[in-house]
T-cell receptor, first 114, second 114 residues
């Protein structure tokens, strides 16, 4: 158990819909990362937050957004969903988001868009 | 920019045989390197990491990896494969442009034959 929790574990929805994925980092970790794992793109970085502030963006679509709340949990919002958004979405946390730090991964949310 | 190449998307070994999973990196600065394992329907678990210091790094479950700067490699090895080692293995390098996000390889699926 990494200490990172993600809900829900599975999500099935239809094209055009909007969903919210939730992540609670390990106790004490200030930095949260979101990654997408798909068969064609592999594991791709989406976005990083540090202590409530956005620190970096990766290959995140404009239809996607995220935030980190004062209690440090984070949410990833996916809207106008398309079939190609079906993937496994991971949240990871680290202490400070600094060099060489281990990122601890949650179990993921598997999204299926029909 | 940093990048990682994993040679061999699928590797099969017999139980008790040597496991060798290859990872080559590209980085213009001293890299931070990681190996993660993903069991079916689970998140990513850190096996080991290299930041600085000793180039031979020992990890969990009997795995180790050697950082070779001259060869830009960080291959993962285990002397004797066990059935429980069957999983997907990811090599990653930490971006050093301020975010320290991970850049993952495409993964190697290890199959252990009885």
């Amino acid at each position: 158990d990494s200490g990172v929790t993600q809900t829900p574990k599975h999500l099935i929805t239809a094209t055009g819909q909007r969903v919210t994925l939730r992540c609670s980092p390990r106790s004490g970790d200030l930095s949260v990362y979101w990654y997408q794992q798909s068969l064609d793109q592999g594991l791709q970085f989406l976005i990083q937050y540090y202590n409530g502030e956005e620190r970096a963006k990766g290959n995140i679509l404009e239809r996607f957004s995220a935030q980190q709340f004062p209690d440090l949990h984070s949410e990833l919002n996916l809207s106008s969903l398309e079939l190609g958004d079906s993937a496994l979405y991971f949240c990871a946390s680290s202490a400070e988001g600094g060099p060489g730090e281990t990122q601890y991964f949650g179990p993921g949310t598997r999204l299926l868009v029909l | 920019a940093q990048s990682v190449t994993q040679l061999g998307s699928h590797v099969s070994v017999s139980e008790g045989a040597l496991v060798l999973l290859r990872c080559n990196y590209s980085s213009s600065v001293p890299p931070y390197l990681f190996w993660y394992v993903q069991y079916p329907n689970q998140g990513l678990q850190l096996l080991l990491k290299y930041t600085t210091g000793a180039t031979l790094v020992k990890g969990i479950n009997g795995f180790e990896a050697e950082f070779k700067k001259s060869e830009t490699s960080f291959h993962l090895t285990k002397p004797s494969a066990h059935m429980s080692d069957a999983a997907e293995y990811f090599c990653a390098v930490s971006d050093q442009t301020g975010t320290y996000k991970y850049i993952f390889g495409t993964g190697t699926r290890l199959k252990v034959l009885a």
